[in-house]
């Protein structure tokens, strides 16, 4: 049945009043969210942003019918893949640019082994010393002033089944790689299975995407909402590279910065990278990362 707005911000479907405010709806939209599938949560049974967005994963799909052409088969979007796609045409907007560095993994591999973790969180505690140094890649564009977070909360780029999700470690900066390593797990865990909520994937400060996960060299990863560094870890791999003058055979990896260039420029993301690989090819700076 078609839906009836109404200016008190109800919608009927089905024959079912369902109440919820033109904004609402419009999210709704964006996510691909069937609103008749929702259940409200504010006054009088009224929908939420955060019903909604609740509902993201859980089945409330909006119809996606489309006429069926010979030799094509029509798939389905699913309200992940409908918040994805809106989010990367708002940060298409945004001026962004990538830098490289490579990054000699030696010491960050000898040292995450003593810890028993991966490299990810590693990198991200390494990042989180550096980030004081350089307030500015945790901050945001307002349009009449640049927003500088105290708290450094750490979106991580996560591949799921349904699509790429941001989890986000809160506080990285006061935690150490293990509880790091830890918070990763249970939010790449909750990504998978669709059991994250809004605190969970919203408030990052800055990104960190782990292409070498999957096999990826180097890349030029999108900003993230909110943020305007967004730095990926390629493949550690063997690499011939020159140390003391001589050409061996070490594992590195390159890492992208991308950020936005009306906050930081050329320049300044240029030493934040030379910090950070400072940081990592340094065992005995890594060894001084909180535990």
């Known amino acids: 049945a078609p839906l009836v707005t109404f200016d008190v911000g109800e919608v009927v479907s089905d024959g079912r009043p369902v109440r919820a405010t033109p904004p609402v709806r419009k ?7 069937d609103l008749a599938g929702v259940a409200g949560t504010g006054p009088e049974g009224r929908i939420t942003e955060e019903d ?22 029509p798939v389905p979007v699913s309200p992940v893949r409908r918040s ?12 962004q640019v990538t830098t490289f560095r490579t ?4 010491a960050l591999d000898a040292v995450r082994r003593e810890l028993g973790v991966s490299p990810l969180p590693v990198f991200v505690a390494a990042l989180c010393r550096v980030v004081p140094d350089h307030p500015l890649t945790n901050a945001r564009w307002a349009e009449t002033s640049i927003v500088l977070d105290v708290q450094v909360n750490v979106g991580i780029a996560t591949d799921t089944e349904h699509g790429l999700m941001v989890p986000v470690v809160r506080e990285a900066d006061r935690r150490g790689v ?13 990504a998978r299975d669709g059991s994250l909520r809004p605190p969970d994937v919203t408030g990052a400060t800055i990104a ?14 999108i900003l993230s909402p909110g943020t305007s560094v967004t730095i990926a870890l390629g493949v550690i791999a063997p690499r011939p590279m020159v140390v003391d003058g ?4 070490r594992h590195a990896a ?5 950020f936005d260039h009306r906050v930081l420029d050329g320049a300044a993301a240029g030493r934040v990278l030379t910090d950070l690989v400072a940081v990592l090819q340094s065992e005995e700076r890594l060894r001084d990362l909180p535990r």
């Open 27 to 33: 999210l709704a939209k964006e996510l691909g969210v």
């Open 246 to 249: 001589e050409v061996v055979a």
């Open 84 to 95: 994805i796609a809106a989010s990367l045409e708002r940060q298409a907007t945004i001026p």
């Open 103 to 106: 990054l000699d993994c030696t």
């Open 254 to 258: 390159t890492l992208s910065l991308t």
């Open 178 to 190: 293990a509880d790091i390593a830890a918070e990763i797990g249970r939010l790449a865990e909750g």
């Open 208 to 221: 960190v995407s782990n292409t070498g996960s999957y096999g990826s060299e180097a890349g030029t990863p």
């Open 52 to 73: 909604v967005r609740g509902a993201v994963g859980s089945g409330a799909v909006a119809s996606t019918d489309s006429p069926q052409e010979p030799g094509r088969t």
